[in-house]
Structure formats: structure tokens, C-alpha cells
């Protein structure tokens, strides 16, 4: 397996909507940081690429995750906020990978 560079990574930020300005300027930090793609997913535009096949918010969810394929999910937690959001997401995640091995797999799948 080759080893990966920031450049390589794909990261995506889960926050709440609350705090959207505190991902947007994490994401630049990390971009000035030599990573090339850092997902937020109220940045993902709605419907207005063809390619964009999803409704509903997991849908969009899932579509991320299966398109973007991202290498490092961070979720960040902010005292003062609703979380409802972030559990979900990682309750998706954990619902569609299940083991770790699974999720080990997904991961390395395409770095071979």
C-alpha cells in the first residue's frame, strides 16, 4: 500500500449548521495546509448538477461519501450547539460500514 500525502487526502468536516462559519474557516486553514479537498456538507451545491442524484439529507449523505470518497471524517463538537446532526451522520456511517474491518476496506480499497 502506498502511503499517502496531505495532498492525496480527502477530508470532510461534520459540524453543526450552527457553527458553519468555524468549518469554512478550519477548511481554509487546512487548504493553506497543502490538503486539496476538505468537504462541508452545507458547501455541496443542491440539485443543480445533473450528476447530484439525491432528496433527502442522508441521500445527499450518502452521495458524498460514495462520490467524494473521503479518507478522514473529522466531527467537531462544540459545547454550546445541537449535535442531532453530527450523531446522525456518524450513525450513518457506523450503520453503513458496521465492522471495522469493513470500514478498513472501504478506505483502502482504492489506494492500492
Keep these: 500500500m502506498r502511503k499517502l500525502h496531505r495532498g492525496d ?11 458553519l462559519d468555524y468549518r469554512k474557516r478550519l477548511r481554509r486553514k487546512l ?3 497543502g490538503y486539496h479537498e476538505i468537504i462541508i456538507m452545507e458547501s455541496v451545491k ?4 445533473k450528476d447530484l442524484e439525491y432528496g433527502s439529507l442522508d441521500e445527499k449523505f450518502a452521495w458524498i461519501i460514495r462520490e467524494k470518497r473521503p479518507k478522514l471524517i473529522i466531527a467537531i ?3 454550546e450547539t445541537k449535535d442531532n446532526g453530527i450523531i446522525f451522520e456518524i ?13 478498513d476496506y472501504y478506505l483502502r480499497k482504492d489506494m492500492t
Design 77 to 79: 463538537f462544540h459545547k
Design 91 to 103: 450513525g450513518w456511517l457506523c450503520g453503513k460500514f458496521g465492522s471495522r474491518r469493513n470500514f
Design 46 to 49: 443542491e440539485k443543480s448538477r
Design 31 to 33: 487548504l493553506r495546509m
Design 9 to 19: 487526502v480527502t477530508l470532510m468536516l461534520l459540524g453543526s449548521s450552527e457553527k
